[in-house]
């Protein structure tokens, strides 16, 4: 049978700003299939008997970013799973995804022909703000990098590393900016109206 060409949306934004939680709401209303490349890693760190678990572990509670070669390889897989199920899901949010530059790279090389990358949804949000919403959910999360220390390097690398990936992409046009400070219905009203208009 002939599939789709998968359709990609990248969602990125500082550690909190809420592309999780945005995610979930767009998937209620809309013909997407949320892959959160944090969450991949988190589920591959837990599985039994992964030769990468260790250096999972060590990356998200260090806050830096794990080799390409084993994020594609989980999204990639994630992407193929869901259209080979249901062939009409073929539009993907990859929430976290790309990071840096050997992100970038490594999806233009693995995946570039594969897939068509709409737009990036970028979630803007303060540092301060992202900083105390992580701290918050740490009481309860139980995530090993919502600790001021972890958070700390997370923002440096999200500032370092991220934030020119997604300037490269304003360069090319491919960029929609959603004031995420705001609370969750007002972020969600702006991301309806980008989804709306991008079809
Ligand atoms: N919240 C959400 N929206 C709110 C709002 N508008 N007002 C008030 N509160 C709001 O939200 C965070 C918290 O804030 C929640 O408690 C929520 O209720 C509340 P969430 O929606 O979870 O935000 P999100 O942006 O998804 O935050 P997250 O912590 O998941 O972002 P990160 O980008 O830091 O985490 P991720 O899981 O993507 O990555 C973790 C680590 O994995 C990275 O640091 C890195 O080490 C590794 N990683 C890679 O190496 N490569 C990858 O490709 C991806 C990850
Ligand atoms: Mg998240």
Known sequence: TLMMKPQVVFVLG???AGKGTQCSKIVEGYSYTHLSAGDLLREERAREGSQVGQLIDSHIKEGKIVPVEITIKLLRTAMEDTMQKDE?????LIDGFPRNEDNLQGWNTVMEDKADVKFVLFFDCSNEVCIQRCLERGKSSGRT?????SLEKRIQTY????RPIVDQYAKLGKVRTVDASRCVD?????????LDKEG
Do not use: W
């Open 186 to 194: 007002e972020v969600f009203a702006d991301v309806k109206a980008i």
């Open 159 to 162: 500032l370092q590393s991220t």
């Open 14 to 16: 500082g550690p909190g």
């Open 88 to 92: 009409k899901k073929f539009r993907f």
């Open 145 to 149: 990098d919502d600790n001021r220390e």
